[in-house]
């Protein structure tokens, strides 16, 4: 006991020894440079901070603790107005339309989300260009105003009915939405205004927004406006990214009008599309035109196939389907709500990554009842209708095919998941 009591006597002696060595007169760590202040701002737009040590010697109250946010955002798809939508919504007194009650229903979950998107399949063109649906839409004024009501922040232009009241109806509608507060993607009045980049900040995280379509259901794009609309282009989506990555955006979604209508899976061209455009750096893909709802997926690239030599990661919905119409019956009037989390880290080396976390899926149902002889629509959101039963004008009738059609999408969802 005593020999073993000596030996340790001993070793504290031997350590006491070295402290002293190593220890500088003060008595403080080894010289360390001063950080830069958190939360400044580098020339490229990113928060910097720097930290470098002599040694790895700092007290746990120096460490810097990686800072964390989050957004979410959340993604519509079609928005159509149909001729029998309308007539239940006009003041005659005052000469116009009154459409917020169709989203009186889903207002509350767009105040959820950061970023709010949707499809605006319809011209707004004014009213002297005639109102009309299918097959070319031109919608009032009024739906606009509903949209930035109801929570909508952003809205793909570029579809198959772009150019249904030809490039005056473009640069009509590009002045309506942003009249009514809402940021258009993927039509341009000017070839100037075709290269402009949308970058939205929410929480400290930047996303990036672009869209595309497969075509204008004939009508031709003038070649002298050529830059009207965003034809989906391999080269140019990829070029787009590129030029959105070099202005600091931290996420690139991409809206694309694409694949087959009312067909409820995605076609091998949707699917070649999708993976090369997450191939180029996007991240979320949100797909529109086939007016019900596919499945979504995720796509793993490796850095072979990737642009810039990484490992890249990317969420697809292939199509959002219909979130206003009237179109009714084979999936038609279902829509979805698709919700994406992303979070961002800052490292205390003034480096950042930003990946997404979460999905969230909120299908829709577009109800529509006769009441004094007209047709009143409201999209609903099935899940949380049928907890709190509780909305005007639904029928037992109306919660049971709600429960069928819930049942029914939740599974579709998924049914790319097992392949």
């Not at 030599?309 to 084979?330: C, E, K, M, W």
Request: proline share 6%.
């Amino acid at each position: 006991m005593k020999r073993q009591v000596a030996w340790l006597s001993i070793g504290l002696l031997a350590i006491s020894l070295t402290a002293c060595l190593n220890a500088s007169p003060s008595g403080s760590p080894p010289v360390q440079s001063s950080p830069a202040q958190s939360g400044t701002k580098s020339e490229s737009g990113t928060d910097s901070s720097s930290s470098h040590f002599s040694a790895p010697s700092a007290s746990p109250d120096e460490l810097v603790e990686p800072e964390h946010s989050e957004a979410t955002l959340l993604a519509i798809g079609d928005i159509m107005v149909h001729m029998p939508q309308l007539p239940a919504y006009y003041n005659s007194a005052s000469k116009n339309y009154k459409l917020s009650p169709w989203f009186s229903q889903v207002k509350p979950i767009f105040r959820q989300g950061d970023w709010v998107i949707g499809n605006l399949e319809t011209p707004i063109a004014g009213k002297d260009l005639k109102y009309s649906g299918y097959p070319r839409f031109n919608a009032p004024y009024e739906l606009a105003e509903a949209l930035a009501d109801a929570g909508v922040q952003l809205v793909s232009t570029a579809n198959n009915h772009s150019m249904d009241r030809a490039f005056p109806g473009i640069e009509r509608t590009l002045a309506n939405v942003r009249k009514a507060g809402l940021i258009p993607l993927g039509t341009a009045a000017s070839a100037e205004e075709r290269q402009r980049l949308v970058i939205e900040e929410r929480n400290g995280i930047r996303m990036g927004f672009l869209a595309y379509t497969y075509g204008t259901n004939g009508i031709p794009v003038p070649a002298s406006k050529s830059f009207a609309v965003n034809l989906i282009d391999l080269d140019v989506i990829s070029e787009d990214i590129a030029r959105l990555r070099e202005a600091q955006a931290d996420v690139v979604t991409v809206s694309l009008h694409f694949g087959t209508e009312y067909q409820r899976l995605p076609n091998d061209n949707q699917k070649k599309i999708a993976r090369a455009i997450v191939s180029a750096g996007a991240d979320i893909i949100l797909g529109a035109h086939s007016h019900v709802v596919q499945p979504y997926e995720e796509i793993e690239v490796s850095a072979s196939e990737s642009r810039d030599g990484a490992p890249h990661r990317g969420i697809v919905i292939y199509s959002l389907g219909n979130f206003i119409s009237n179109q009714t019956g084979d999936w038609k009037d279902v829509g979805l709500i698709f919700g994406v989390r992303l979070i961002k880290t800052r490292h205390s080396d003034g480096t950042s990554s930003t990946h997404w976390d979460k999905i969230t899926t909120e299908p829709t149902w577009v109800h529509i009842f006769w009441k004094n002889q007209k047709r009143h629509y409201t999209v609903i959101p099935m899940e949380r209708a049928l907890s709190t039963r509780d909305i005007p004008n639904l029928s037992a009738k109306d919660y049971n095919k709600m429960t069928t059609l819930l049942s029914g999408i939740n599974k579709h969802l998924l049914k790319l998941q097992s392949e």
